[in-house]
């Protein structure tokens, strides 16, 4: 079974300080990783995915997030952030081939409230 | 396009009562999902279906039922609501189970409280 570990409940920073959202997880097979966020009292968005090719993958907004498989890891990161980007971040995995019947869904980690204060 | 709607947005339940959370979806979408989310555990899947007439279970399905009649409809069910299902619920689709390339289309949410 798939997991996902987001290492941190909680991440306060400064606006125009640099900030990392660890992602750790657990899968024997290949997989999709995903960054959802979502802003109080929203739904979730789609941030940014790994799917295939470049292990280094980029938002519009500024995130970006590198895929690694040795460590199994897929952290997210922005060398400044705004207070528009005070929100909850979440790390998601999902299988990549149709072996199983967990073929397509996502499973997402704990989730980490990034506070970004002035 | 609207996209996901779910509703209603919020809602007080007695313990023991029953309800349908409502969700549809206008992008001919074949996969939608239903989570909860609960404070510190992320968003984990009740049931799914990858088109009309299939569903299936997720990691924490009891109490919670499921039907997918036509592609836009996808209701969850709660029989005989307790108070460990106050939670955030969301509605999911996307085009298809793998389909990943747009991501997930999430609603946004409608929020139970059970007393």
């Known amino acids: 079974a798939q997991s996902v570990t987001q290492l941190d409940s909680q991440v306060p920073v400064f606006e125009e300080a640099p900030v990392e959202l660890r992602c750790n997880y657990s899968?024997?097979?290949?997989?999709?990783l995903f960054w959802y966020v979502q802003y109080p009292n929203q739904g979730l968005q789609l941030l940014l995915k790994?799917?295939?090719?470049?292990?280094l993958v980029e938002s519009i907004n500024g995130f970006e997030a590198e895929f690694n498989k040795s460590q199994t890891s897929f952290h997210l990161r922005k060398p400044s952030v705004h207070i528009s980007d005070t929100a909850e971040y979440f790390c998601?995995?999902?299988?990549?081939?149709?072996?199983?019947?967990?073929?397509?869904?996502?499973?997402f980690g704990q989730g980490t409230i990034l506070t970004v204060h002035p | 396009n609207a996209g996901v709607t779910q509703t209603p947005k919020f809602q007080v339940l007695k313990t023991g009562q029953s309800m349908t959370l409502q969700c549809a979806q206008d992008m001919n979408h074949e996969y939608m999902s239903w989570y909860r989310q609960d404070p510190g555990m992320g968003l984990r899947l009740i049931h799914y279906s990858v088109g009309a007439g299939i569903t299936d279970q997720g990691e924490v399905p009891n109490g919670y039922n499921v039907s997918r009649s036509t592609t836009e409809d996808f209701p969850l069910r709660l029989l005989s609501a307790a108070p460990s299902q106050t939670s955030v619920y969301f509605c999911?689709?996307?085009?298809?189970?793998?389909?990943?390339?747009?991501?997930?289309?999430f609603g946004s949410g409608t929020r139970l409280t059970v007393v």
């Open positions: 999911a689709s996307s085009y298809s189970p793998g389909h990943h390339y747009y991501g997930y289309t």
């Open positions: 899968s024997s097979v290949s997989v999709y």
């Open positions: 790994y799917l295939s090719g470049s292990t």
């Open positions: 998601a995995v999902s299988h990549s081939n149709a072996g199983g019947t967990s073929y397509g869904k996502l499973t």
